[in-house]
Protein backbone atom coordinates (compact mmCIF):
# COMPACT_ATOMS: atom_id res chain seq x y z
CA UNK A 1 0.00 0.00 0.00
CA UNK A 2 1.19 3.59 -0.72
CA UNK A 3 2.29 5.80 2.07
CA UNK A 4 -0.49 8.25 0.83
CA UNK A 5 -3.09 6.05 1.32
CA UNK A 6 -2.23 5.01 4.69
CA UNK A 7 -1.95 8.78 5.52
CA UNK A 8 -5.22 9.22 4.08
CA UNK A 9 -7.00 6.72 6.17
CA UNK A 10 -5.45 8.59 8.69
CA UNK A 11 -7.46 11.66 7.67
CA UNK A 12 -4.81 13.66 5.67
CA UNK A 13 -5.31 14.75 2.57
CA UNK A 14 -3.03 14.75 -0.54
CA UNK A 15 -2.60 18.72 -0.44
CA UNK A 16 -1.91 18.28 3.31
CA UNK A 17 0.56 15.10 3.28
CA UNK A 18 2.58 16.65 -0.14
CA UNK A 19 2.99 20.40 1.86
CA UNK A 20 4.71 18.37 4.38
CA UNK A 21 6.72 16.17 2.49
CA UNK A 22 7.87 19.02 0.37
CA UNK A 23 9.03 20.71 3.98
CA UNK A 24 10.93 17.38 5.54
CA UNK A 25 12.71 17.23 2.14
CA UNK A 26 14.17 20.72 3.18
CA UNK A 27 15.18 19.14 6.62
CA UNK A 28 17.70 16.48 5.91
CA UNK A 29 20.72 17.96 6.77
CA UNK A 30 19.33 19.43 9.88
CA UNK A 31 18.02 15.53 10.76
CA UNK A 32 21.60 14.09 9.85
CA UNK A 33 23.16 16.88 12.67
CA UNK A 34 20.59 15.73 15.33
CA UNK A 35 21.19 12.26 14.66
CA UNK A 36 24.72 12.48 14.72
CA UNK A 37 24.20 13.78 18.58
CA UNK A 38 22.00 11.33 19.54
CA UNK A 39 24.81 8.78 18.12
CA UNK A 40 27.10 10.75 20.57
CA UNK A 41 24.45 11.01 23.57
CA UNK A 42 23.85 6.84 22.92
CA UNK A 43 27.53 6.12 23.52
CA UNK A 44 27.67 8.00 26.57
CA UNK A 45 24.85 6.52 28.65
CA UNK A 46 26.02 2.94 27.05
CA UNK A 47 29.95 4.21 28.75
CA UNK A 48 27.79 4.93 31.75
CA UNK A 49 26.06 1.30 32.25
CA UNK A 50 28.94 -0.21 31.29
CA UNK A 51 30.91 1.49 33.75
CA UNK A 52 28.61 1.00 36.50
CA UNK A 53 28.20 -2.55 35.91
CA UNK A 54 24.34 -2.73 35.04
CA UNK A 55 23.49 -6.31 35.43
CA UNK A 56 19.83 -7.93 35.52
CA UNK A 57 19.79 -8.59 38.90
CA UNK A 58 19.64 -4.54 38.98
CA UNK A 59 15.78 -5.01 38.05
CA UNK A 60 14.45 -6.50 41.05
CA UNK A 61 11.99 -4.90 43.03
CA UNK A 62 12.20 -3.77 46.34
CA UNK A 63 9.54 -3.14 48.86
CA UNK A 64 8.97 -1.62 52.40
CA UNK A 65 11.54 0.84 53.52
CA UNK A 66 14.26 -0.36 50.36
CA UNK A 67 17.06 -0.75 52.07
CA UNK A 68 20.38 -2.06 49.97
CA UNK A 69 18.34 -1.42 46.80
CA UNK A 70 21.00 -2.18 44.33
CA UNK A 71 19.10 -1.23 41.64
CA UNK A 72 17.94 2.13 42.56
CA UNK A 73 21.78 2.77 43.87
CA UNK A 74 23.26 1.50 40.75
CA UNK A 75 20.56 3.44 38.55
CA UNK A 76 21.86 6.86 40.39
CA UNK A 77 25.03 6.01 39.92
CA UNK A 78 24.30 5.34 35.76
CA UNK A 79 22.97 9.07 36.29
CA UNK A 80 25.84 10.43 37.71
CA UNK A 81 28.55 9.07 35.30
CA UNK A 82 26.21 9.67 32.33
CA UNK A 83 25.88 13.52 33.39
CA UNK A 84 29.30 13.76 34.78
CA UNK A 85 28.73 14.47 38.21
CA UNK A 86 29.33 13.10 41.52
CA UNK A 87 26.22 12.08 43.06
CA UNK A 88 22.33 11.68 42.19
CA UNK A 89 18.84 10.84 43.02
CA UNK A 90 16.88 8.98 40.55
CA UNK A 91 13.42 8.07 42.35
CA UNK A 92 9.92 7.07 42.00
CA UNK A 93 9.50 9.19 45.34
CA UNK A 94 10.23 11.90 42.84
CA UNK A 95 6.50 12.48 41.38
CA UNK A 96 7.03 15.35 39.06
CA UNK A 97 9.52 18.05 37.71
CA UNK A 98 7.88 20.46 40.28
CA UNK A 99 8.74 18.27 43.48
CA UNK A 100 11.81 17.49 42.33
CA UNK A 101 12.89 21.05 41.89
CA UNK A 102 10.70 21.52 45.58
CA UNK A 103 13.15 18.82 47.10
CA UNK A 104 16.15 20.39 45.73
CA UNK A 105 15.32 24.08 46.31
CA UNK A 106 14.28 23.25 50.23
CA UNK A 107 16.99 20.67 50.95
CA UNK A 108 19.46 22.96 50.13
CA UNK A 109 17.83 26.23 51.69
CA UNK A 110 17.90 27.76 55.31
CA UNK A 111 15.87 30.48 56.76
CA UNK A 112 17.61 34.03 56.06
CA UNK A 113 18.78 32.45 52.60
CA UNK A 114 18.39 34.23 49.52
CA UNK A 115 17.01 32.74 46.20
CA UNK A 116 18.05 34.34 43.05
CA UNK A 117 17.08 33.76 39.31
CA UNK A 118 18.80 35.64 36.73
CA UNK A 119 17.05 34.35 34.03
CA UNK A 120 13.58 35.82 34.82
CA UNK A 121 10.09 34.51 35.88
CA UNK A 122 11.17 30.82 36.48
CA UNK A 123 8.47 27.95 35.03
CA UNK A 124 4.52 28.72 36.65
CA UNK A 125 4.43 26.08 38.98
CA UNK A 126 7.52 27.42 40.48
CA UNK A 127 5.86 30.23 41.35
CA UNK A 128 3.91 28.64 44.47
CA UNK A 129 6.90 26.79 45.65
CA UNK A 130 8.95 29.96 45.97
CA UNK A 131 6.18 32.10 47.10
CA UNK A 132 6.34 34.78 44.14
CA UNK A 133 2.79 34.08 44.18
CA UNK A 134 0.98 33.54 47.44
CA UNK A 135 0.97 29.87 48.31
CA UNK A 136 0.26 28.02 51.65
CA UNK A 137 3.99 25.56 52.18
CA UNK A 138 6.03 27.95 50.00
CA UNK A 139 10.10 28.73 50.64
CA UNK A 140 9.01 32.38 51.52
CA UNK A 141 7.17 31.02 54.31
CA UNK A 142 10.72 29.57 55.50
CA UNK A 143 12.10 32.49 55.61
CA UNK A 144 13.19 32.21 52.00
CA UNK A 145 13.81 35.24 50.29
CA UNK A 146 13.59 35.49 46.36
CA UNK A 147 15.11 37.97 43.95
CA UNK A 148 15.16 38.04 40.35
CA UNK A 149 16.84 39.70 37.50
CA UNK A 150 15.19 39.76 33.98
CA UNK A 151 16.74 39.12 30.71
CA UNK A 152 17.24 41.75 28.85
CA UNK A 153 14.76 42.85 25.75
CA UNK A 154 17.09 41.08 23.49
CA UNK A 155 16.91 37.41 25.30
CA UNK A 156 20.69 37.98 26.93
CA UNK A 157 21.64 38.38 30.55
CA UNK A 158 21.29 41.49 32.21
CA UNK A 159 25.18 40.69 34.06
CA UNK A 160 24.96 44.58 35.58
CA UNK A 161 21.73 43.75 37.56
CA UNK A 162 22.93 40.06 38.20
CA UNK A 163 26.02 41.38 39.85
CA UNK A 164 24.21 44.10 41.08
CA UNK A 165 21.53 41.61 42.96
CA UNK A 166 24.21 39.04 44.51
CA UNK A 167 24.75 39.77 48.07
CA UNK A 168 25.34 38.03 51.19
CA UNK A 169 22.60 36.15 51.60
CA UNK A 170 22.50 34.77 47.74
CA UNK A 171 22.60 31.00 48.49
CA UNK A 172 21.46 29.33 45.31
CA UNK A 173 20.83 31.00 41.58
CA UNK A 174 18.23 29.11 39.91
CA UNK A 175 18.60 28.79 35.80
CA UNK A 176 15.86 27.41 34.13
CA UNK A 177 16.98 25.77 31.07
CA UNK A 178 14.22 25.88 29.01
CA UNK A 179 11.76 28.94 27.94
CA UNK A 180 8.37 26.80 29.56
CA UNK A 181 5.62 28.66 28.64
CA UNK A 182 7.19 32.16 28.27
CA UNK A 183 8.28 33.80 24.69
CA UNK A 184 12.46 33.89 25.68
CA UNK A 185 14.82 31.96 24.45
CA UNK A 186 15.94 28.76 25.55
CA UNK A 187 19.34 28.66 26.76
CA UNK A 188 21.96 26.63 25.66
CA UNK A 189 24.08 25.03 27.75
CA UNK A 190 27.10 27.24 26.95
CA UNK A 191 25.75 30.44 27.84
CA UNK A 192 24.12 28.62 31.19
CA UNK A 193 28.08 27.93 31.55
CA UNK A 194 29.19 31.86 31.35
CA UNK A 195 26.24 32.69 33.76
CA UNK A 196 27.38 30.24 36.42
CA UNK A 197 31.01 31.64 35.83
CA UNK A 198 30.60 34.93 36.45
CA UNK A 199 28.12 34.54 39.36
CA UNK A 200 30.86 32.07 40.43
CA UNK A 201 33.80 34.67 40.10
CA UNK A 202 31.70 36.91 42.39
CA UNK A 203 30.66 34.36 45.24
CA UNK A 204 32.05 31.31 44.27
CA UNK A 205 30.48 29.37 47.31
CA UNK A 206 27.04 30.19 45.71
CA UNK A 207 25.22 26.93 44.41
CA UNK A 208 24.13 27.09 40.95
CA UNK A 209 21.10 24.93 40.25
CA UNK A 210 20.06 24.28 36.60
CA UNK A 211 16.09 23.27 35.65
CA UNK A 212 17.19 21.12 32.99
CA UNK A 213 13.50 19.80 31.86
CA UNK A 214 13.13 19.09 28.52
CA UNK A 215 16.75 19.70 27.66
CA UNK A 216 18.29 16.63 28.22
CA UNK A 217 20.18 15.13 25.39
CA UNK A 218 19.45 17.71 23.13
CA UNK A 219 22.94 18.84 23.04
CA UNK A 220 26.04 16.84 23.53
CA UNK A 221 26.92 18.83 27.35
CA UNK A 222 24.62 19.11 29.92
CA UNK A 223 24.68 22.16 32.86
CA UNK A 224 27.02 19.50 34.71
CA UNK A 225 29.53 19.66 32.39
CA UNK A 226 29.98 23.57 32.22
CA UNK A 227 30.13 23.96 36.46
CA UNK A 228 26.29 23.67 37.51
CA UNK A 229 26.15 21.94 41.01
CA UNK A 230 22.79 20.41 40.62
CA UNK A 231 20.60 19.75 37.66
CA UNK A 232 16.98 19.05 38.22
CA UNK A 233 14.61 17.10 35.87
CA UNK A 234 11.23 14.97 34.99
CA UNK A 235 11.48 11.20 34.47
CA UNK A 236 8.50 11.91 32.06
CA UNK A 237 10.20 14.09 29.87
CA UNK A 238 13.26 13.32 28.16
CA UNK A 239 15.25 11.13 30.21
CA UNK A 240 12.45 8.41 30.97
CA UNK A 241 12.71 7.81 27.35
CA UNK A 242 8.37 7.56 27.73
CA UNK A 243 9.05 4.52 29.80
CA UNK A 244 9.49 5.68 32.82
CA UNK A 245 6.14 5.61 34.36
CA UNK A 246 6.94 8.18 37.14
CA UNK A 247 9.76 10.13 38.59
CA UNK A 248 12.23 12.68 39.13
CA UNK A 249 15.78 13.36 38.99
CA UNK A 250 18.42 15.29 41.14
CA UNK A 251 22.31 14.97 40.10
CA UNK A 252 25.23 17.43 41.22
CA UNK A 253 27.81 17.35 43.90
CA UNK A 254 27.52 14.65 46.90
CA UNK A 255 26.63 17.83 49.70
CA UNK A 256 23.93 19.37 47.25
CA UNK A 257 22.39 15.60 46.50
CA UNK A 258 22.51 14.45 49.97
CA UNK A 259 20.81 17.78 51.43
CA UNK A 260 17.80 17.00 48.83
CA UNK A 261 17.67 13.36 49.86
CA UNK A 262 17.08 14.30 53.64
CA UNK A 263 14.45 16.35 52.34
CA UNK A 264 12.74 14.07 50.44
CA UNK A 265 13.05 11.08 52.73
CA UNK A 266 13.89 12.48 56.59
CA UNK A 267 17.02 13.76 58.17
CA UNK A 268 19.42 11.36 59.11
CA UNK A 269 17.49 8.88 56.16
CA UNK A 270 18.42 10.50 52.87
CA UNK A 271 19.31 7.88 50.30
CA UNK A 272 19.13 5.06 52.35
CA UNK A 273 15.66 4.37 52.35
CA UNK A 274 12.69 3.93 49.33
CA UNK A 275 11.80 1.39 47.37
CA UNK A 276 11.86 0.94 44.39
CA UNK A 277 8.83 -1.33 43.76
CA UNK A 278 10.04 -2.68 40.48
CA UNK A 279 10.54 0.79 38.35
CA UNK A 280 14.30 -0.02 37.95
CA UNK A 281 14.35 -1.36 34.69
CA UNK A 282 11.96 1.31 33.32
CA UNK A 283 13.92 3.44 34.53
CA UNK A 284 17.15 1.70 33.33
CA UNK A 285 15.90 1.15 29.87
CA UNK A 286 13.95 4.12 29.06
CA UNK A 287 17.30 6.37 30.14
CA UNK A 288 18.84 3.95 27.24
CA UNK A 289 16.41 4.99 24.96
CA UNK A 290 16.26 8.41 25.62
CA UNK A 291 19.15 9.85 22.96
CA UNK A 292 17.01 8.54 20.48
CA UNK A 293 13.43 9.48 21.66
CA UNK A 294 14.81 13.20 22.33
CA UNK A 295 16.38 13.05 18.51
CA UNK A 296 12.67 11.60 17.22
CA UNK A 297 11.15 14.91 19.50
CA UNK A 298 13.78 17.88 17.90
CA UNK A 299 12.81 16.23 14.65
CA UNK A 300 9.21 17.00 15.33
CA UNK A 301 10.01 20.62 16.65
CA UNK A 302 11.85 20.99 13.94
CA UNK A 303 9.27 20.12 11.14
CA UNK A 304 6.23 21.86 13.20
CA UNK A 305 8.17 24.90 13.32
CA UNK A 306 9.15 25.02 9.52
CA UNK A 307 5.78 23.93 8.67
CA UNK A 308 3.75 26.86 10.49
CA UNK A 309 6.31 29.20 9.79
CA UNK A 310 5.76 28.76 6.25
CA UNK A 311 2.25 29.50 6.69
CA UNK A 312 3.01 33.07 8.04
CA UNK A 313 2.52 32.36 12.11
CA UNK A 314 5.01 33.09 14.65
CA UNK A 315 7.10 30.52 16.02
CA UNK A 316 10.09 29.95 18.50
CA UNK A 317 12.43 28.64 18.05
CA UNK A 318 12.09 29.98 14.19
CA UNK A 319 12.65 27.62 11.34
CA UNK A 320 16.83 27.66 11.34
CA UNK A 321 17.47 28.56 14.46
CA UNK A 322 19.48 25.77 17.06
CA UNK A 323 17.60 24.25 19.29
CA UNK A 324 18.51 23.69 23.14
CA UNK A 325 15.09 22.25 24.31
CA UNK A 326 12.49 19.88 22.62
CA UNK A 327 9.51 22.42 23.12
CA UNK A 328 7.89 24.25 20.10
CA UNK A 329 5.73 27.32 20.73
CA UNK A 330 3.95 28.02 17.70
CA UNK A 331 1.37 31.35 18.01
CA UNK A 332 -1.73 31.15 16.56
CA UNK A 333 -3.37 34.48 17.96
CA UNK A 334 -6.81 33.46 18.08
CA UNK A 335 -8.33 30.68 21.06
CA UNK A 336 -9.72 28.80 17.79
CA UNK A 337 -6.37 27.88 16.56
CA UNK A 338 -5.03 26.66 19.94
CA UNK A 339 -8.14 24.25 20.67
CA UNK A 340 -7.97 22.95 16.44
CA UNK A 341 -4.03 22.69 17.02
CA UNK A 342 -4.18 20.30 20.32
CA UNK A 343 -7.36 18.82 18.89
CA UNK A 344 -5.31 17.48 15.79
CA UNK A 345 -2.29 16.40 18.26
CA UNK A 346 -4.53 15.10 20.26
CA UNK A 347 -6.40 12.68 17.16
CA UNK A 348 -2.93 11.55 15.55
CA UNK A 349 -2.04 9.64 19.34
CA UNK A 350 -1.92 5.84 19.90
CA UNK A 351 -4.09 6.63 23.05
CA UNK A 352 -7.28 8.14 23.42
CA UNK A 353 -7.61 9.13 19.72
CA UNK A 354 -10.85 9.93 19.79
CA UNK A 355 -11.64 12.17 22.87
CA UNK A 356 -11.05 15.97 22.10
CA UNK A 357 -9.48 17.97 24.25
CA UNK A 358 -11.17 21.44 26.18
CA UNK A 359 -9.50 23.80 28.01
CA UNK A 360 -9.44 23.29 32.27
CA UNK A 361 -8.26 25.11 35.19
CA UNK A 362 -4.62 22.60 35.96
CA UNK A 363 -3.66 23.28 39.66
CA UNK A 364 -0.25 25.33 39.78
CA UNK A 365 -1.36 27.47 36.76
CA UNK A 366 -3.21 30.98 36.45
CA UNK A 367 -5.22 30.23 33.07
CA UNK A 368 -7.06 27.80 32.18
CA UNK A 369 -4.93 25.07 29.81
CA UNK A 370 -6.20 23.34 27.11
CA UNK A 371 -3.58 20.23 26.99
CA UNK A 372 -3.71 17.19 24.24
CA UNK A 373 -2.23 13.94 25.23
CA UNK A 374 -2.94 10.43 24.16
CA UNK A 375 -0.08 9.30 26.07
CA UNK A 376 0.62 5.70 27.62
CA UNK A 377 1.93 7.82 30.76
CA UNK A 378 -0.67 10.30 32.16
CA UNK A 379 0.90 13.86 31.45
CA UNK A 380 4.03 12.39 29.68
CA UNK A 381 5.54 15.40 27.64
CA UNK A 382 8.24 13.38 26.10
CA UNK A 383 5.32 11.72 24.44
CA UNK A 384 3.48 13.78 21.45
CA UNK A 385 1.94 16.49 23.66
CA UNK A 386 0.55 19.94 23.34
CA UNK A 387 -0.43 22.83 25.37
CA UNK A 388 -1.70 26.08 25.25
CA UNK A 389 -2.73 28.68 28.53
CA UNK A 390 -5.68 30.14 26.92
CA UNK A 391 -4.77 33.45 27.30
CA UNK A 392 -2.82 36.27 24.97
CA UNK A 393 -1.15 35.91 22.64
CA UNK A 394 -2.81 32.60 21.78
CA UNK A 395 0.20 29.95 21.79
CA UNK A 396 0.68 26.56 22.22
CA UNK A 397 3.70 24.59 23.74
CA UNK A 398 4.14 21.39 21.45
CA UNK A 399 6.73 18.69 22.77
CA UNK A 400 7.41 14.87 22.51
CA UNK A 401 6.96 12.10 20.31
CA UNK A 402 8.42 8.67 21.40
CA UNK A 403 9.23 8.12 17.47
CA UNK A 404 9.59 10.93 14.64
CA UNK A 405 6.89 9.31 12.38
CA UNK A 406 4.71 9.65 15.19
CA UNK A 407 5.44 13.56 15.38
CA UNK A 408 5.21 14.02 11.95
CA UNK A 409 1.42 12.31 12.26
CA UNK A 410 0.59 14.70 15.32
CA UNK A 411 1.60 17.99 12.85
CA UNK A 412 0.18 16.73 10.00
CA UNK A 413 -3.10 15.99 11.85
CA UNK A 414 -2.96 19.69 13.62
CA UNK A 415 -2.66 21.36 9.52
CA UNK A 416 -5.41 19.14 8.49
CA UNK A 417 -7.86 20.66 11.85
CA UNK A 418 -6.59 24.44 10.83
CA UNK A 419 -6.90 23.90 7.13
CA UNK A 420 -10.27 22.55 7.52
CA UNK A 421 -11.88 24.90 10.02
CA UNK A 422 -10.58 27.90 7.86
CA UNK A 423 -7.40 28.62 10.00
CA UNK A 424 -4.52 28.27 7.80
CA UNK A 425 -4.08 28.04 4.11
CA UNK A 426 -1.72 25.89 2.39
C1 LIG B 1 7.82 20.62 33.14
C2 LIG B 1 8.67 21.64 33.76
C3 LIG B 1 8.69 21.83 35.14
C4 LIG B 1 7.77 21.10 36.08
O1 LIG B 1 7.67 19.75 35.88
P1 LIG B 1 6.30 18.98 36.23
O2 LIG B 1 6.67 17.56 36.07
O3 LIG B 1 5.28 19.45 35.25
O4 LIG B 1 5.95 19.33 37.63
C5 LIG B 1 9.55 22.76 35.64
N1 LIG B 1 10.34 23.48 34.84
C6 LIG B 1 10.33 23.35 33.51
C7 LIG B 1 11.24 24.18 32.67
C8 LIG B 1 9.50 22.43 32.93
O5 LIG B 1 9.49 22.28 31.61
Known sequence: MELEEIYRELGISREVLHFGDAIEAGLKERFEAIDLNAEYNQMKVLKAMQDARVSDIHF???????????????????????????????????????????????????????????????????????????????????????????????GTFDYENIAKAINDKTKLITIQRSKGYDPRPTLSVKLIGELIAFVKKIKPEVICMVDNCYGEFVERIEPTDVGADMIVGSLIKNPGGGLAPIGGYIVGKTECIDKASYRLSAPGLGKEIGASLGLNQSFFQGLFLSPTVVAGALKGAIFAANVYEKLGFSVAPNST???????????????????????????????????????????????????AAGAFVQGSSIELSADGPMK??????????????????GILKSLQKLVDANLAKL
Open 60 to 154: AATTGYGYNDLGRDTLEEVYAKAFHAESALVRPQLISGTHALHVALSGNLRPGDELLSPVGKPYDTLEEVIGIRESVGSLKEYGVSYRQVDLLPD
Open 392 to 409: PPYAVYFQGGLTWYHAKL
Open 321 to 371: ESRHDIIQAVTFGTPEGVVAFCQGIQAAAPVDSFVSPEPWDMPGYDAPVIM
